[in-house]
């Protein structure tokens, strides 16, 4: 494995402020520490003034948002272009998150539109797929992670598909409190470098970052990131605070 990358997803949590004192805080407490991708993911609204504060600490975490829209500008009431999170500092942009798919109806099409997109625009797509519980309980994981897969990375080349990033999160694991064991986690992340393998060949499928999502704390950091195709993880509650998230990227090393 590489260096892995820990990236934070804020969710709809922080105001400007809040985001502000935490990344300074935050490129405090990780400075000098080498070896481990950091990025951070606030909402829309605080994503300018964290740029400022990264680049003023020349903090060495990486900045990503939480979603965008396909087009490059155009009347879409509401919507975010990719051109305008790069202008002000995106290095990444996560697409098709479960929450995402659960409340905003994005599919897998929608999602494949967005991973093109931000190709374009030079952002790396954080691209995430995973099984509900109930996928999980009727055996089903694989061919549902398959269909989101193939379906969101249609199309791309494998070159392109080298720069990705992929984080596999089980919907039942995220927020929840009930982590992937380590073991089945790095089952369904092998079974992703496969697809990887067979859609775009060896040498894009190795360079693929895949990440695990799904309360990931401190304390089950080091297991995870100990697996073989786990480079990685996306962290959503734990990202919230200094201690954890530091503590997460400490135990990533
Ligand atoms: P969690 O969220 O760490 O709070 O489970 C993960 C995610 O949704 O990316």
Redesign the pocket.
């Known amino acids: 494995m590489g260096v892995p990358i820990i990236a934070g997803?804020w969710?709809m949590f922080k105001t400007v402020g809040e985001a502000v004192n935490f990344v300074s805080e935050l490129a405090g407490r990780v400075a000098g520490i080498e070896g481990v991708e950091m990025v951070v993911c606030p909402p829309f609204t605080a994503l300018a003034a964290v740029a400022g504060q990264l680049r003023d600490h020349g903090s060495g975490i990486a900045l990503g948002a939480q979603n965008m829209y396909w087009e490059d500008e155009g009347a879409y009431t509401g919507e975010v272009a990719p051109g305008m999170l790069k202008e002000i500092g995106c290095r990444y942009v996560i697409l098709g998150?479960?929450?995402r798919r659960q409340y905003f109806g994005e599919t897998d099409a929608v999602v494949n539109k967005k991973v093109h997109a931000a190709l374009v625009h030079d952002l790396i797509p954080i691209v995430?797929v995973g099984e509900r519980l109930e996928e999980r309980e009727s055996g089903t994981t694989e061919e549902v992670v398959r269909r989101q897969v193939e379906g969101s990375l249609a199309g791309l080349t494998a070159r392109q598909a080298a720069g990705l990033v992929v984080?596999y999160?089980p919907v039942w694991?995220?927020?929840?409190g009930r982590t992937a064991s380590a073991a089945d986690a790095q089952q369904v992340n092998r079974f992703i470098r496969g697809l990887l393998r067979n859609m775009f060949g060896e040498i894009a499928a190795q360079a693929v970052r895949i990440q695990y999502?799904?309360?990931?704390k401190p304390g089950n950091t080091a297991e995870l990131m100990a697996q073989p195709d786990i480079d990685g993880a996306?962290?959503?509650?734990?990202?919230l605070e200094v201690d954890s998230f530091t503590g997460i990227i400490k135990n990533a090393l």
């Open positions: 997803n969710k998150h479960s929450e995430c984080a999160e694991a995220i927020g929840t999502g799904g309360s990931v996306l962290v959503g509650g734990a990202s």
